[in-house]
């Protein structure tokens, strides 16, 4: 067997030995890294078939771990992939039942009400730049839908905590034609399990015309969740991310991110009425 190593992104690398195929991850950090040893260690003990094992490594800033072959990340437009994602959610925030994830010290709690108070102001520092590519109506419209969305906002009960993945995007869980599974706990936190099923359903809800009625319909249970926290699910947080990402990128993949961004923008804001009618239905 050829024995080879590509790097994929800045801190990612696949790496091919005599012993198989693996992936290779630097962190910024030692704590950073036994983090994820950490999650991945106690997900073990359980016997989780959802995650990937993670190797022994000499070097303590590196994860290891096996190459899932012949997978694409999921499809949240793909009523199947959603079912399964969500059913992999439910699977990993289930896990307090049999373990203490707030006693693990590398894990932090997370405020989504004050990560959000942050994003808006973030976003009406960058409001001139938003402005020059949607005009100054719009603009208002998404800063104005962020400020109504904060003001109502129920607060969550901090209780009754687990273990959140932090960044439930679609290239977060991979499929073949077997299995599914969950990658890359980098952003793992604490919290209630309510405020990852908000922020999972912001990443489907662009993915099914924002029609809260079909996610409902799939999801029953959410129903609960979406009805007490309908402020939260009006919050554009979709939109405030992705534009601050494209204020922050070099200039040379600046505009051709936004060209696909305006559009994308302009329909969030066209369904936007109807989804907050529709939650104000419930």
């Given at each position: 067997?050829?024995?080879?190593?590509?790097?994929?992104?800045?801190?990612?690398?696949?790496?091919e030995?005599?012993?198989?195929?693996?992936?290779?991850?630097?962190?910024?950090?030692v704590?950073?890294?036994?983090?994820?040893?950490?999650?991945?260690h106690?997900?073990?003990?359980?016997?989780?078939?959802?995650?990937?094992?993670?190797?022994?490594?000499?070097?303590?800033?590196?994860?290891?771990?096996?190459?899932?072959?012949?997978?694409?990340?999921?499809?949240?437009?793909?009523?199947?992939?959603?079912?399964?994602?969500?059913?992999?959610?439910?699977?990993?925030?289930?896990?307090?039942?049999?373990?203490?994830?707030?006693?693990?010290?590398?894990?932090?709690?997370?405020?989504?009400?004050?990560?959000?108070?942050?994003?808006?102001?973030?976003?009406?520092?960058?409001?001139?730049?938003?402005?020059?590519?949607?005009?100054?109506?719009?603009?208002?419209?998404?800063?104005?839908?962020?400020?109504?969305?904060?003001?109502?906002?129920?607060?969550?009960?901090?209780?009754?905590?687990?273990?959140?993945?932090?960044?439930?995007?679609?290239?977060?869980?991979?499929?073949?034609?077997?299995?599914?599974?969950i990658?890359?706990?980098?952003?793992?936190?604490?919290?209630?399990?309510?405020?990852?099923?908000?922020?999972?359903?912001?990443r489907?809800?662009?993915?099914?015309?924002?029609?809260?009625?079909?996610?409902?319909?799939?999801?029953?249970?959410?129903?609960?969740?979406?009805?007490?926290?309908?402020?939260a699910?009006?919050?554009?947080?979709?939109?405030?991310?992705?534009?601050?990402?494209?204020?922050?990128?070099?200039?040379?993949?600046?505009?051709?991110?936004?060209?696909?961004?305006?559009?994308?923008?302009?329909?969030?804001?066209?369904?936007?009425?109807?989804?907050?009618?529709?939650?104000?239905?419930?």
């Amino acid at each position: 067997m050829s024995n080879y190593i590509r790097q994929i992104k800045k801190n990612v690398w696949k790496w091919e030995n005599e012993n198989g195929l693996f992936s290779v991850k630097k962190y910024p950090t030692v704590e950073h890294a036994e983090k994820i040893r950490i999650i991945h260690h106690k997900l073990h003990q359980l016997d989780k078939s959802f995650i990937l094992p993670v190797l022994e490594s000499a070097q303590e800033d590196f994860i290891i771990q096996p190459w899932f072959k012949g997978t694409h990340p999921v499809d949240y437009g793909s009523k199947t992939d959603r079912l399964e994602v969500y059913s992999l959610l439910e699977q990993l925030h289930d896990t307090n039942k049999f373990i203490k994830w707030d006693n693990q010290k590398l894990l932090q709690p997370f405020d989504l009400f004050a990560k959000w108070q942050n994003r808006s102001l973030k976003m009406k520092e960058i409001s001139y730049f938003v402005e020059f590519y949607l005009g100054e109506k719009k603009t208002k419209m998404l800063l104005h839908l962020g400020d109504i969305a904060l003001k109502n906002m129920q607060l969550f009960n901090n209780k009754d905590t687990t273990i959140l993945h932090g960044d439930v995007v679609h290239h977060n869980f991979l499929s073949n034609e077997k299995a599914y599974k969950i990658i890359d706990f980098d952003l793992a936190v604490i919290g209630p399990k309510e405020m990852e099923e908000i922020l999972w359903m912001h990443r489907v809800l662009p993915a099914i015309n924002y029609d809260i009625f079909i996610l409902l319909s799939e999801f029953p249970l959410l129903e609960k969740v979406a009805t007490k926290h309908k402020e939260a699910l009006m919050y554009p947080n979709e939109l405030y991310r992705e534009w601050l990402y494209a204020y922050a990128l070099p200039l040379e993949r600046k505009q051709k991110f936004i060209d696909q961004l305006i559009p994308y923008t302009n329909k969030a804001l066209t369904e936007w009425p109807k989804l907050c009618y529709n939650l104000g239905r419930l």
